[in-house]
């Protein structure tokens, strides 16, 4: 029922920034926690932060401070806003969605989310 469309990706040069989208089609937008995950060509896809029902964020290390996760509930819409990209930001980046019903956590594993997008490419060129 719940679809997720990332749009927003790109090629954008060493300290630059960008915001991807994610477009939630589906019931209780607002019952779900958001995820962001990324996968670099020849690794495993890995988390990235998220946002929870109550707006409330968390993120990996690596991209704290530079990455911010927001929503706007009336448009039911996700976003990751980067700033200070750098190469190793490089890859394909994925929104994830799980009604709190469903959450069993934890929220940096991909097992806990239920729909997927089909993702969007962002290059950072050095």
């Known amino acids: 029922q719940v679809q997720l469309v990332e749009s927003g990706g790109g090629l954008v040069h060493s300290g630059g920034s960008l915001r991807i989208s994610c477009a939630f089609s589906g019931p209780s937008f607002s019952m779900h926690l958001m995820a962001w995950f990324r996968q670099a060509p020849g690794k495993e896809r890995e988390y990235v932060g998220y946002?929870?029902?109550?707006?409330?964020?968390g993120y990996e290390d690596a991209v704290k401070g530079r990455f911010t996760i927001s929503r706007d509930i009336p448009k039911n819409t996700g976003y990751l806003q980067m700033n200070d990209l750098k190469p190793d930001d490089t890859g394909v980046y994925y929104c994830?969605?799980?009604?709190?019903?469903?959450?069993?956590?934890?929220?940096?594993?991909?097992?806990?989310?239920?729909?997927w997008g089909q993702g969007t490419q962002v290059t950072v060129s050095s």
């Open positions: 994830a969605a799980v009604h709190l019903e469903r959450f069993r956590g934890p929220v940096n594993q991909e097992g806990s989310y239920y729909s």
């Open positions: 946002i929870n029902a109550g707006g409330g964020t």
